[in-house]
C-alpha cells in the first residue's frame, strides 16, 4: 500500500484535511479512498471501484458532522455539512476526471438534543431524527435533493416519488385529526398540542409550518417517520442516490434573496490547496 497523501486545502474561513490512499498490486491499484476531515479527520469519505486499471465509479460510504471536522476551528452545521462534502467531491473529481457520478445511502441524521461535546468524536446520536424525512415534510425534498441536487439512481422510481409528495401541499390530500392521529401514531400527551397547529392548516405544509421552529424536532420525533412512510413507502428508499458533480451547484431554491437580506450565507465554490507554503487556487 502506497504512504498516504495529505492535504490540506483552505475554504472561506474552514481549512480541511483530505487523506488520499491507494493500494496497489502488481502495478494495479486495488483501492482507492479518500476522507475528509479537520482536527477529527475521518468526517466524509470517499471510495472508488476500479475495471481493468481504471475507476468505473465512486461511493460516499461515510458521512458525519462532527464540530472538530475542521482544522482548529469548529464547523459549522448544516452549511459545514454541505461545504465539506462539496469540497471532498471537488478534490476528488480534479484528481480523477473519468468518475463524475457519486453514489449514497441517504441515512443522515439529525439530532434533536445536543451531542456530549466533552466526549470525543464520534459521538452518538442523541435523539436521532432522520433528516430526509424532515426535509421532506418541509421543502418536498431531501436535504441531498435541495443541496446537491441528488437524485434516485432509479429514475422511474424517482419519478413516482416526486409525484406523490404532492399530497403535502393539496388541501384534498389533508385528512381528519383523527385519521392523522392513527396513521402517525404521536404519543398521547401531543394530542392536543398537534390539535392547535393541524386544525387551522389547509395543506399539511401548513400544518408543518405552524409549529414554531423551536419546537419542531423535539415535537415531530416521535411520528414523522410513520407519517412519511405512510404516503411514501413505496416510492421512497433511502438506498441508491447519486450526485452528479456537473450539476451539484445547480441550485432550484437553496440560495434564496430577499429584499432585505440574503437568506443563506454563499460559501465559495473554489479551494485553495496549502502544500509547502504554495498557494494554488483550483476550480
Not at 480534479?94 to 456530549?116: P, R, W
Request: proline share 5%; charged share 30%; hydrophobic share 30%.
Amino acid at each position: 500500500m502506497n504512504k498516504p497523501e495529505i492535504t490540506l486545502i483552505k475554504v472561506g474561513k474552514y481549512t480541511f484535511k483530505v487523506i488520499e490512499k491507494k493500494c496497489m498490486y502488481d502495478g494495479n491499484i486495488i483501492s482507492h479512498t479518500f476522507k475528509i476531515g479537520g482536527d477529527y479527520e475521518d468526517c466524509v469519505n470517499l471510495s472508488y471501484t476500479y475495471k481493468n486499471g481504471k475507476p468505473i465509479s465512486a461511493k460516499l460510504p461515510h458521512l458525519m458532522y462532527e464540530p472538530e471536522c475542521t482544522v482548529s476551528s469548529d464547523l459549522e452545521k448544516g452549511i459545514g455539512s454541505e461545504l465539506i462534502i462539496k469540497t471532498l467531491l471537488r478534490y476528488a473529481h480534479n484528481k480523477i476526471k473519468d468518475v463524475s457520478i457519486f453514489y449514497f445511502d441517504d441515512m443522515s441524521h439529525i439530532d434533536c438534543k445536543e451531542k456530549n461535546l466533552t466526549k470525543l468524536p464520534p459521538r452518538k446520536h442523541q435523539l436521532p431524527l432522520k433528516l430526509s424525512y424532515l426535509s421532506i415534510a418541509y421543502n418536498s425534498k431531501t436535504w441531498y435533493e435541495k443541496h446537491f441536487n441528488a437524485i434516485m439512481t432509479n429514475k422511474e422510481l424517482y419519478r413516482k416519488y416526486k409525484e406523490k409528495l404532492e399530497f403535502l401541499t393539496n388541501i384534498s390530500d389533508k385528512i381528519e385529526f383523527i385519521r392523522f392521529l392513527e396513521i402517525s401514531k404521536p404519543p398521547i400527551e401531543q394530542y392536543e398540542i398537534l390539535k392547535k397547529y393541524y386544525e387551522p392548516a389547509k395543506t399539511y405544509r401548513e400544518f408543518f409550518n405552524n409549529i414554531p421552529f423551536k419546537d419542531r424536532c423535539e415535537l415531530l420525533l416521535p411520528w414523522l417517520s410513520n407519517f412519511i412512510q405512510y404516503y411514501l413507502n413505496d416510492v421512497y428508499t433511502d438506498n441508491g442516490w447519486e450526485i452528479d458533480i456537473h450539476t451539484m451547484d445547480n441550485k432550484n431554491g437553496g440560495f434564496k434573496k430577499t429584499s432585505k437580506r440574503k437568506t443563506r450565507k454563499l460559501y465559495p465554490s473554489k479551494y485553495k490547496i496549502i502544500n509547502f507554503n504554495e498557494i494554488h487556487s483550483i476550480m
